[in-house]
């Protein structure tokens, strides 16, 4: 299908089942934690899955890349990335598969039901609203700094089934504001994998998984290394992106 780029626009791949994606500079564009998180989210068959704050899209695309019967829902604030990831589904081809709704995530139980889902992901803001990114662009910051961790955790808790699972990335140093908002909206931790560039770095990020409704006992996976010791992209970096065979 031919794509509809406005001024300023480019059209990227994906890298996943031959997805591509509109993007701008200006606005808030997907990077390797998009990418992580949607492989980390590993789709199950059939699910209904809440993409919480899409931006321009790329995690909806890449998860309907990986699960050709999944259902997506995806949820974003600002009206101009709205409309790219609306764009972007069309362009692929999977209007019937990846809903865009622009609204506000904390009023996404709304359009998607009370615990209708059995997957909700969110790459939330990482910035503390108060951070100053100064040299950011305006949607940057709404995208960045516009909720807190406690306002994804109940909007995640909101759509999900009893047993539904809630997968985020956030950065390792402020996990436990997460962790503890998690607490509060009853998703309890169970799947966590720090990443880090390299074998001998600190994690820069974390992917966590929680069930709505769950028990005790969380198990670590290990630790996902973008690089090797010698600076060269690990091999699971190369399965992530498809540039393994």
């Known amino acids: 299908m031919t794509a509809e780029l406005l001024p300023g626009e480019r059209l990227d791949d994906l890298q996943t089942a031959g997805l591509k994606l509109i993007q701008r500079s200006g606005t808030f564009r997907f990077g390797t934690d998009s990418v992580l998180l949607a492989d980390f989210a590993a789709p199950r068959r059939g699910e209904r899955i809440a993409e919480l704050g899409c931006g321009n899209g790329a995690i909806a695309l890449l998860l309907a890349g990986h699960r050709a019967d999944a259902e997506i829902d995806a949820v974003e604030l600002q009206p101009e990335l709205a409309d790219m990831a ?7 081809g999977l209007e019937a598969r990846v809903r865009v709704h622009c609204m506000d995530m904390r009023d996404a139980w709304r359009a998607l039901g009370r615990e209708r889902c059995s997957l909700a992901v969110c790459n939330p803001p990482y910035g503390a609203p108060d951070a100053g990114f100064e040299r950011e662009s305006g949607a940057e910051r709404i995208a960045r700094g516009g909720l807190d961790p406690a306002d994804v955790a109940a909007s995640a808790a909101a759509v999900l089934k ?3 699972r809630f997968c985020a990335c956030y950065p390792a140093r402020r996990m436990h504001e997460l962790l503890l ?7 309890a931790p169970k799947r966590a994998r720090c990443v880090q560039a390299r074998p001998d770095r600190a994690p820069r990020l974390i992917l966590l998984e929680g069930v709505k409704g769950g028990g005790s006992g969380m198990n670590w996976l290990p630790p996902l290394c973008l690089y ?9 970096w190369r399965r992530i992106y498809g540039e393994d065979g």
């Open 86 to 92: 609306r764009r972007s589904v069309r362009l692929n």
């Open 162 to 164: 009893y047993g539904g």
């Open 181 to 187: 908002a998690m607490r509060d909206a009853k998703l």
């Open 228 to 236: 090797d010791a010698g600076g060269n992209p690990s091999a699971e």
